[in-house]
């Protein structure tokens, strides 16, 4: 289950500058999509129906296509996105304990995001650097042959106090 987290509050004027830059072109639900993601972090829920009226569309159908695409979210996020690979390769060089350790250092399950914002812990099939297993990223980093330590390092130096 997805834990959610006080989010700073969703600047709605905003939100609504932007739908209104794509009213009544029902092809761009995408884009539209994409830029308040961009500006906001994710789709906040109250965006739905004023997207649906903007573009002519009904709410489920908005709700329907920002739910299918894996890359639009619609729940706030960290600010730092840690991604524990469980490939294969990872998985036989003790991927499983990595990501245990990790949800320790964080205090948060896969899919969730700390109570400040400042991770969401997330899996990942395969981050394609086999040769460096176990693997994570943090955003767009890599850490590879990680280990206890590492892991130690990576979170005592990253986390804010
Ligand atoms: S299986 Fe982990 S990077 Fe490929």
Known sequence: ?????????????????????YKGQ???LIPLAQEIQEKIGYIPPEAIPRIAGSLGLFPSQVQGVVSFYSQLYT???????????????????????????????LGVDEGQTTEDMEYTLETVACLGVCALAPNMMINKDTHGNLNPKKISRIFGRNKKE
């Open 26 to 28: 029902k092809w761009a």
């Open 1 to 21: 289950m997805e834990k959610q987290n006080k989010a700073p509050a969703v600047n709605m004027k905003q939100v609504e500058k932007i739908i209104t830059g």
């Open 75 to 105: 729940h706030p996020r960290g600010r730092n996105i840690v991604s524990v690979c469980r490939g294969t390769a990872c998985h036989v060089r003790g991927g499983k304990s990595i990501l245990k350790l990790v949800k320790q250092h």
